[in-house]
């Protein structure tokens, strides 16, 4: 069975200071990995893929298949990154449905 | 905008009684996913259809039903609802495996 699990339900951090939202996962193929952010009051939004291994809005997000982990991290946080994260797993050739961590409500301080 | 309608916005009804949510996707993406969002449980995958057909099944009660019309359109039924039905559903649409998924606004549902 898949499984993703978010450690930290809150998390604060001040402007300026880096920020890491945890993500481990439980699956025992290969797994496609998922950021989704949710600003107040708006939708999901994908944030980041691992496949892509790009930066969105100065995130990146590692995918370490060792320790099954892909946290989400930025070097500043901003006041406007204060958002829900969810951490996201889809199984690779089996079904197309994503199975999402609980989340992590993010709040940056002026 | 990611395109994913989802109506109604609000919707606010009593124990017993029977909704219908329904969900337009993006113009092209053949799969539409249902997912519920409630505090204690977080995103829970519901039902996943494509091209018209059921794809795959989450944690989705007997008495929640989905279907997606020709239009590729999508509508979740819930009936028999209860207090605990209560929570935000979200539409998400894919143009096919493997790719994203974008999400609809979601449609929060008060049961009383």
């Known amino acids: 069975a898949q499984r993703v699990t978010q450690p930290e339900k809150l998390l604060s951090v001040f402007k300026g200071a880096p920020v890491e939202l945890k993500c481990n996962y439980s699956y025992s193929g290969s797994p496609e990995l998922f950021w989704y952010v949710q600003y107040s009051r708006q939708r999901l939004q994908l944030l980041l893929r691992?496949?892509s291994r790009e930066s969105i809005k100065g995130f990146t997000a590692d995918l370490n298949k060792g320790e099954t982990s892909f946290h989400l991290k930025k070097p500043f946080a901003q006041e406007e990154d204060s958002a829900m994260y969810y951490c996201a797993l889809r199984a690779q050739g089996g079904s197309e449905k994503l199975v999402f961590g609980k989340g992590t409500k993010l709040t940056v301080n002026p | 905008d990611s395109g994913v309608t989802q109506t109604p916005k609000h919707l606010i009804t009593a124990t017993g009684q029977r909704v219908t949510l329904r969900c337009s996707p993006r113009?092209?993406?053949?799969?539409v996913y249902w997912y519920q969002q409630s505090l204690d449980q977080g995103l829970q995958f519901l039902i996943q259809y494509y091209n018209g057909e059921e794809r795959a099944k989450g944690n989705i009660l007997e008495r929640f039903s989905a279907q997606q019309f020709p239009d590729l359109h999508s509508e979740l039924n819930l009936s028999s609802l209860e207090l605990g039905d209560s929570a935000l559903y979200f539409c998400?649409?894919?143009?096919?495996?493997?790719?994203?998924?974008?999400f609809g606004n979601g449609t929060r549902l008060t049961v009383t």
């Open positions: 113009s092209g993406d053949l799969s």
């Open positions: 691992h496949i």
């Open positions: 998400a649409s894919s143009v096919e495996a493997g790719t994203p998924l974008h």
